[in-house]
């Protein structure tokens, strides 16, 4: 996977960090000097899970030094010791987490092939009011058309099946709404009850990546923000990913102007298998299918 994973990089080079970004290593890392991460090119530190930031000489000689967050290890995420194991992690995040309820306008956005999108733009964030559950997040139908502010806009795009009431999706969006971004969550087809009208759901690229062009043309002609940018988790990290690499041969509207990818499988066919095992199968696919 590397190629096209160098690809996407080079592609997001003049709108992204342009970086691949590891924070849960298979051993501790604290050994490691304090400051200046390393840069580390080679596949088998990546296969490793060491952690670190792996990209280009140019793009670390022109953005490490704009982020203190990833040249001092002090300031990388370490997990407490009982949730060091990955699935404790993930398990506890998506049952235990509270975050703020928010109050969401839905716009349907129309897909060339009869599809349709659920844009949910935030209305209001509610820290006050915080939920762990899907009941966090409220809707209603957006009744007059956006009215251009000025303000920069985030798209967020959450991971596989899931959609704008996901208590991670939430807390990204109610951080941005008080930060004074415009924020909305683009659910894929067919996820966060968004209406079913077309044959094709969504995959990783094909089509995926043509929703999230429509869904950016479609925000920069209504609100005409100076700034568009995007966060996208797992599947949709991916997404995101090949969205930025398609879009260095496009022009037009449909442009992001910056993009974030977090836990983005780059090898899908290993991602798709490890979801047969039997842990998989019994714990994270009846989530996903809500059962």
Known sequence: MVPPAQRCVRAAYAVATAAAIVTTPRAPTRAQPTTNVPTRRDAAAFADHRAGVYCGDAAADRYLPKLPGLNDWSRWHSS?????????????????????????????????????????????????????????????????EPVPDGRPFLLLLSGLGGGSQDTYVRAQAAAADARGWRVAVLNMRSCGGSPVTSPRFFSARRGSTDDVRAAAAWIRQRWRPPTLAAIGWSNSGTIVCNALAEQASKTGEARLDAACCLAAPLDMPLSSRNFERPWHRNVYDRSIGGG
């Open 80 to 144: 407490p010791s009982y949730l060091t194991n990955g699935h404790a992690h993930t398990i506890f995040a998506a049952k235990l987490r509270w975050t703020a309820s928010i109050d969401y306008e839905r716009h349907l956005i129309k897909t060339d092939d009869g599809g349709t999108l659920a844009l949910d733009v935030v209305a209001c964030a509610d820290a006050a009011r915080p939920s762990r559950t899907a009941a966090g997040a409220t809707y209603a139908t957006a009744s007059d």
